[in-house]
Every structure is written in C-alpha cells, then in structure tokens.
Nanobody, 119 residues
Framework: QLQACGGGLVQAGGSLRLSCAAS??????VGWFRQAPGKEREFVAA????????DYADSLKGRFTISRDNAKNMVYLQMNSLRPEETAVYYC????????????????WGQGTLVTVSS
C-alpha cells in the first residue's frame, strides 16, 4: 500500500518535500501526479527503480526534483518555488514496468496528500 505524506500549507515561493512509502518499493517505477480542484489529474515526475533515470513534466523542470532511497523504500518529491496554481492533491503511484515517458497507467496508487500554496 502506497502512502504519500508531507503535504501542507506553504506560501508562494516556498518549498515542500513529499514522501512516498511502501514495502518493496525499491523494485518499482514510481511517479508523482497531482490533481487540482476542478481539473484533471496531471503527471508531475517519475523515477525508475534504481534512481538512474527521472522524467518530469516540462513546466516543472528545474523546480521539482524526484529522488529515492531504496534502502528505506522511500521516494521523495522536492518542490521549490511553489506557486498558488500548484495547489492540488499530490499522489504517488507505482508500477513494476520500466519508466516510459508518457506512460501513466500505473498499477498502484496512494491516497494523496494535499498541498496548498497561498499567495
């Protein structure tokens, strides 16, 4: 079972680090997605099983960083320079398949953590 945490209230321009945990996460490709109120879910970032490759939504490159610690079965999303329009529920998802850009049909999904960015 995937568990995302680390959300909260932050001012515009601030930072947050989200965490995703699950047993045996070390063997999975993990992605982060977000869904803002009234909008469709969108891809944020993904990382392959050993951390050797990462993929980002074009608009987030340079501000968000995905990483993992397989010894702890954890995946992180460092978010910097947050904007009010990035207020959303952030979800982590996992899949046994390889990291493929544009492939978002992950098999397992967590419950999400709310990030609120105030202006």
């Amino acid at each position: 079972q995937l568990q995302a945490c680390g959300g909260g209230l932050v001012q515009a321009g601030g930072s947050l680090r989200l965490s995703c945990a699950a047993s045996r996460l070390y063997s999975y490709t993990v992605g982060w997605f977000r869904q803002a109120p009234g909008k469709e879910r969108e891809f944020v970032a993904a990382i392959n099983w050993n951390g050797g490759r990462a993929d980002y939504a074009d608009s987030l490159k340079g501000r968000f960083t995905i990483s993992r610690d397989n010894a702890k079965n954890m995946v992180y999303l460092q978010m910097n320079s947050l904007r009010p329009e990035e207020t959303a529920v952030y979800y982590c998802a996992a899949d046994r398949g390889p990291l493929i850009s544009g492939k978002y049909d992950y098999a397992y999904w967590g419950q999400g953590t709310l990030v609120t960015v105030s202006s």
